[in-house]
């Protein structure tokens, strides 16, 4: 992910706590267990996203997608409740 993502994601506070969330959903199991023990989506995944969002697995993800992503998730999670 792009550092203009990141500084766009920053930007909307209201979105951290669904951005970390969904950071350790999107991890496999047991990711701590793996050097550097950080949480982050299994590479298959994110490239298989990728490919389905943009037609190109290479591609960077949009920071404005990522906040829409997130804003979907918030209001999903808030449905559920």
Known sequence: MGRDT?????????????GVVQLFALSPRGWWRRFPPL???????????????YGDADHEPVAADVVAYLKWCKSERRALR
């Open 6 to 18: 990141v500084v766009t994601v920053l930007r909307h506070p209201s979105l951290w706590a669904t």
């Open 39 to 53: 949480p982050r989506p299994d590479r298959q995944y994110y490239r298989w996203r990728l490919q389905t969002q």
